[in-house]
């Protein structure tokens, strides 16, 4: 058995303390009783309501609240097979996770619009084989080819501008690492989808692109923040707020979007150069992947565990309708 959300689990803790509470809750309705008034009546009164069902009634209120714990860390144990048809097209997307990306001069940050649009664009293209590339100074394969885009997914959600220790940006090393991204022993229409903000401090970009167009690989590119430039927030492990990046003589440093740069990568290749400013900036993009010719798809077959949370919500939802016909009441008094 796996769990989806495993750290749900930390919400066990919570069992003691509602054990506790209902412990409390018990000692003062007690001692609420006592003040009635002649303790002989109030024995007498008292003496239809049975302990043991309160206490199984209160066990049952936290046996449900274990369920629905259990169901939340979304419990997975067997799998199943899913058969989907490929489009035969590759597309890898290269996510500049600079420190310059974190500039908020396009709201939330660069970065997280970035995001935002890659999460649009895996969306509108089902069928294709995707990859994920994260550069800096230093760029890497963060999830090979795969047709499985939830997966794709679920590790966007991860990216940040912690993945890459060596800083910088050399756009060259990410159209390096894209191209080697793509999977050769199969045909296929291949494409890169650049992000950044074009700040490109190392390396020949527009050589490698070249390179990349002599190959067939078209590369659209997407530029993130404005032509004024905005400062660079600087964060604690908490993701608090903390200072802005200076340089060395103390003044704070600003970052500025390269359009030039990324406009002729784009044209290298007969790719796209976008703003990525608008909500919409990949639309064009993704009409453009989507109708990529499918002569070269194939069947793929996804293999998936199988969520079980549902059998959880059940079994919770059975103890609390138990602890509901569960009468405190004897049914008859001595």
Do not use: C
């Not at 500049?96 to 293209?125: C, F, G, W, Y």
């Not at 903390?242 to 990324?262: C, F, P, Q």
């Not at 993704?286 to 949370?309: C, H, K, M, Y």
């Amino acid at each position: 058995m796996t769990f989806g959300q495993p750290l749900v689990f930390a919400l066990l803790l919570l069992l003691p303390a509602l054990a506790v509470f209902l412990l409390w809750r018990e000692a003062r309705r007690r001692t609420a009783l006592r003040k009635l008034g002649d303790p002989q009546l109030v024995d007498l009164l008292m003496a239809q309501v049975s302990p043991a069902r309160r206490f199984w009634r209160a066990l049952l209120w936290l046996v449900t609240v274990a369920f629905v714990i259990v169901a939340l860390a979304q419990p997975r144990w067997g799998v199943t097979a899913e058969v989907i048809q490929t489009a035969g097209a590759q597309i890898v997307v290269a996510i500049d996770v600079s420190r310059s990306m974190d500039a908020q001069d396009t709201v939330p940050s660069r970065l997280e619009r970035a995001k935002l649009h890659i999460r649009n664009l895996i969306s509108a293209i089902p069928g294709n084989d995707v990859s994920l590339v994260l550069f800096a100074g230093d760029a890497f394969t963060y999830l090979p080819l795969t047709y499985d885009l939830d997966a794709a997914a679920i590790f966007l959600d991860s990216v940040s501008t912690d993945a890459i220790s060596r800083q910088g940006t050399d756009l060259g090393k990410a159209i390096e690492r894209a191209i080697l991204s793509f999977d050769t022993r199969f045909p296929a229409e291949r494409a890169v989808v650049l992000l950044s903000d074009g700040e490109n401090h190392e390396g020949d970009a527009q050589r490698i692109a070249r390179r990349a167009a002599i190959e067939g690989i078209v590369i659209h590119t997407v530029a993130y923040g404005t032509s004024q430039g905005a400062v660079i927030p600087v964060y604690d492990e908490s993701g608090n707020l903390i200072d802005y990046k200076t340089s060395e003589d103390g003044t704070l440093v600003e970052t500025r979007r390269n359009d030039a740069l990324l406009r002729n990568i784009a044209e290298e290749t007969g790719g796209m150069f976008l703003d990525g400013h608008m909500l919409a900036a990949l639309d064009p993009v993704s009409a453009t992947l989507s109708g990529l010719s499918n002569a070269n798809g194939r069947d793929q077959v996804i293999v998936r565990p199988v969520e079980r949370f549902s059998l959880f919500v059940g079994l919770a939802l059975l103890t609390l309708s138990m602890s509901g016909l569960i009468s405190e009441t004897k049914r008859h008094i001595a």
